[in-house]
Nanobody, 123 residues
Framework: VQLQASGGGLVQAGGSLRLSCAAS????????MAWFRQAPGKERELVTT???????YLADSVKGRFTISRDNAKNTVSLQMSSLKPEDTAVYLC??????????????????WGQGTLVTVSS
């Protein structure tokens, strides 16, 4: 599976941004998809993940503000981000793995990663 993320940019605090990740491969609908982020000087963290059946998990820091969705027909996963805060500034990475539970529990590294897309939220 190859992943291509897009949609990052500069936005003011309180604004919205939508990230997309396009996946190649015919087995996309059998993979859980996830968005991670890494801020300067900080460790990478899981933002949100969606199973191939549509179950979702969101980190507490983004609940009520971010929404993950997937379109299995188009092999894409999206991250709608609203009410953005300066602390949301990070490189956002999409990832894929067959095991959604393992992503949620952080018990393994995802099998596939896309390149990052930078989100900068100005105050």
């Amino acid at each position: 599976v190859q992943l291509q993320a897009s949609g990052g940019g500069l936005v003011q605090a309180g604004g919205s941004l939508r990230l997309s990740c396009a996946a190649s491969g015919r087995t996309f609908n059998r993979y859980a998809m996830a968005w991670f982020r890494q801020a300067p000087g900080k460790e990478r963290e899981l933002v949100t993940t969606i199973s191939w059946t549509g179950a979702t998990y969101l980190a507490d820091s983004v609940k009520g503000r971010f929404t993950i969705s997937r379109d299995n027909a188009k092999n894409t996963v999206s991250l709608q981000m609203s009410s953005l805060k300066p602390e949301d500034t990070a490189v956002y990475l999409c990832a894929a793995d067959p095991n959604w539970s393992a992503i949620v529990s952080n018990t393994k590294e995802c099998d596939y990663w896309g390149q990052g897309t930078l989100v900068t939220v100005s105050s």
